[in-house]
């Protein structure tokens, strides 16, 4: 279970509350957000570090156009100076939604945000594998006291057979679980 920052009855701090708030009151149904990024790794996994926006992977249903009422450059965005945006390019682990956490239960009468397990997270990050990537998914594997033998197993049944250039993500894996072990 991650270390989150955000427990049953505590606040979110500003301006996600209100953002957040917002988004829930002008829905009328049910919305799931399958969150990646920042904001999952702040306050889900509680790496101290700032972000500005919610990156999600997928919502459910997927009838409401969120880039227009609340991603960067809406009036919401604009007025929260925070914004939600959808990452289109990446792939995510076969089975992923049956491991997904609420992250603030209870706390919005429609909205829903679900946070990935922490191996699930880290995959997610291998395709792009940018520094601020290896950077928190160093973290999440440390901080969550992960088992590189489950991240391999993972890998090899839940996302190489989906990628293109399996070979070029064999040797990140390697790389990265190189890092997280031994420190490089």
């Known amino acids: 279970m991650p270390n989150a920052l955000f427990k049953k009855g505590d ?10 708030s917002e988004i829930d009151s002008m829905l009328t149904e049910r919305l799931d957000l399958h969150c990646i990024g920042g904001f999952v790794v702040c306050y889900f996994y509680a790496l101290p570090r700032s972000t500005g926006d919610i990156d999600y992977y997928t919502a459910v249903p997927a009838n409401l156009n969120l880039t227009e009422v609340a991603g960067e450059g809406s009036a919401l965005a604009k ?4 914004s939600l945006h959808q990452v289109t ?3 995510m682990p076969e089975n992923y939604d049956s491991r997904l956490t609420e992250m603030f239960p209870e706390t919005f009468k429609n909205l829903h945000i679900y946070a990935p397990d922490p191996y699930d997270y ?3 990050k291998l395709e792009r594998n940018g520094l601020k990537d290896r950077d928190d998914a160093d973290y999440i594997f440390k901080s969550q006291n ?20 399996e070979d ?3 040797l990140t894996l390697k790389l990265w679980l190189d890092i997280f072990e031994n420190g490089g």
């Open 11 to 20: 606040s979110l701090p500003s301006p996600w509350k209100e953002f957040l």
């Open 79 to 82: 007025k929260h100076k925070v």
């Open 89 to 91: 390019v990446m792939t």
């Open 122 to 124: 880290i995959l997610s």
């Open 146 to 165: 992960l088992d590189p033998q489950v991240h391999r197993d993972r890998y090899e049944k839940e996302l190489r057979p989906n990628l293109v250039n």
């Open 168 to 170: 070029k993500h064999d």
